[in-house]
């Protein structure tokens, strides 16, 4: 099959307690399980199914709908795990620069980061990402939908992705989502946020 189920980069329970491990459990090999097998399903016998899934996504409104929705659980869960880190980090050099240019400071950017994912009205993602100016903007998307999209409201290039939708917090915190947020920001590896911004405004 053209795409994988990529590895988690650590263990189900190691972001614990911010996340519980039932939940990554469910959410890595159910969740974005599927949506890898249901996208292999779509673009079978596809030339897209060798291009980088990237690539996919920049065209997505060429593609039928099934590609749109489990394309993009594809690339934003790939992007999801990696943005994950037991422990957590915290922000320094030249993205946390951007931010305190950008936001005025990290926790303002920290607050409207959460509001765009408390007022994402059902399922979705927040985005924190590098603009056509090179800047750096915060967005959401409904869906599996993500700014790379050429169907997405604001387009760019992410460098940190929040889930969400329900599965990826209800069975710990069940409706709250703010509570789920909240706890998020525990477990953000800021160094691999740190590395996508460099690349994204090179
Ligand atoms: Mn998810």
Request: aromatic residues 12%; hydrophobic residues 40%.
């Amino acid at each position: 099959m053209p795409f994988q189920l990529p590895p988690l980069p650590y263990p189900y329970h190691a972001l614990e307690p911010h996340i519980d491990a039932m939940t990554m459990e469910i959410h890595h090999g159910k969740h974005h399980g599927t949506y890898v097998a249901n996208l292999n399903k779509a673009l079978e016998g596809h030339e897209a199914a060798e291009w980088p899934i990237e690539k996919i996504m920049e065209q997505v409104s060429r593609f039928p709908v099934a590609v749109r929705n489990n394309g993009g659980g594809h690339y934003n869960h790939s992007l999801f795990w990696t943005l994950l880190k037991p422990g957590g980090s915290a922000p320094t050099g030249a993205v946390l620069e951007a931010i305190q240019r950008e936001f005025g400071s990290f926790d303002a950017f920290r607050d409207a980061f959460t509001q765009a994912g408390l007022n994402r009205f059902g399922s979705g993602w927040a985005w924190l990402i590098v603009n056509a100016e090179k800047k750096l903007q915060i967005t959401s998307t409904p869906n599996q939908d993500n700014p790379l999209m050429d169907v997405a409201e604001v387009r760019g290039i992410p460098v940190l992705g929040m889930d969400v939708w329900e599965h990826a917090y209800y069975l710990k915190y069940q409706n709250r989502r703010a509570d789920y947020i909240n706890a998020f920001y525990n477990v953000i590896n800021w160094d691999e946020v740190s590395r996508l911004y460099q690349q994204a405004v090179k």
